[in-house]
Antibody, heavy 121, light 108 residues
């Protein structure tokens, strides 16, 4: 069955950096667009970034553009989010998720359980 | 960016009630709209895509409608498992994806 497992969250100070990982299994990872979505405590969902199945195309929300970088390693069935210049407002649970249609930007049919990132001095 | 506005923010209902949630887009998104359900402490679950297509495995009491800028999610007969928060999301390719602010369905 499809599984997405995030890791790498933690507590860090403003200005710091962190790399999140998402390990995928149960499907042909290299066929699917992948995304990162976050949810601040008690708040709604915010899409952050997506990456195409090959990794050649990416897009970002304005709130993270220039600070966050999405990438993938199809040989390792893994998705990554490099987060730099972190701010208090980046505090959230970060989810990775899969687009439902092969090789297409499409709604997200499988989600991980999330990893918590806390940015605080 | 396209703004998504849901109403109401909170909805109190009883088991068996028919429930409707509205989502409005700040510009036309054709039918590029999805609905998700999120229970407390859990990841969101895809219910509806392309405004009205039911995701596999989702009960038929859930339905979606609309196009352009106005969309609705209807639960025909609310069940205990349905008390949760619901989000709409636009995925128009011309704009970054955005979610609505969420609608919490509470027990009356």
């Amino acid at each position: 069955q499809v599984q997405l497992v995030e890791s790498g969250g933690g507590l860090l100070k403003p200005g710091g950096s962190l790399r999140l990982s998402c390990a995928a299994s149960g499907f042909t990872f290299s066929d699917y667009y992948m995304s990162w979505i976050r949810q601040a405590p008690g708040k709604g969902l915010e899409w952050i970034s997506y990456i195409s199945s090959s990794g050649s195309t990416t897009d970002y929300a304005d709130s993270v553009k220039g600070r966050f970088t999405i990438s993938r390693d199809n040989a390792k069935n893994s998705l990554y989010l490099q987060m730099n210049s972190l701010r208090a407002e980046d505090t959230a649970v970060y989810y990775c998720a899969r687009s439902r249609v092969v090789a297409s930007i499409s709604p997200l049919d499988y989600w991980g359980q999330g990893t918590l990132v806390t940015v605080s001095s | 960016d396209i703004q998504m506005t849901q109403s109401p923010s909170t909805l109190s209902a009883s088991v068996g009630d028919r429930v409707t949630i509205t989502c409005r887009a700040s510009q036309s998104i054709s039918s590029w709209l999805a609905w998700y359900q999120q229970r407390p402490g859990k990841a969101p679950k895809l219910l509806i895509y392309k405004a009205s297509s039911l995701e596999i495995g989702v009960p038929s009491r859930f339905s979606g409608s609309g196009s352009g800028t106005e969309f609705t999610l209807t639960i025909s007969s609310l069940q205990p498992d349905d008390f949760a928060t619901y989000y709409c999301q636009q995925y128009d390719s011309s704009s970054p994806w955005t979610f609505g602010q969420g609608t919490k369905v509470e027990i009356k």
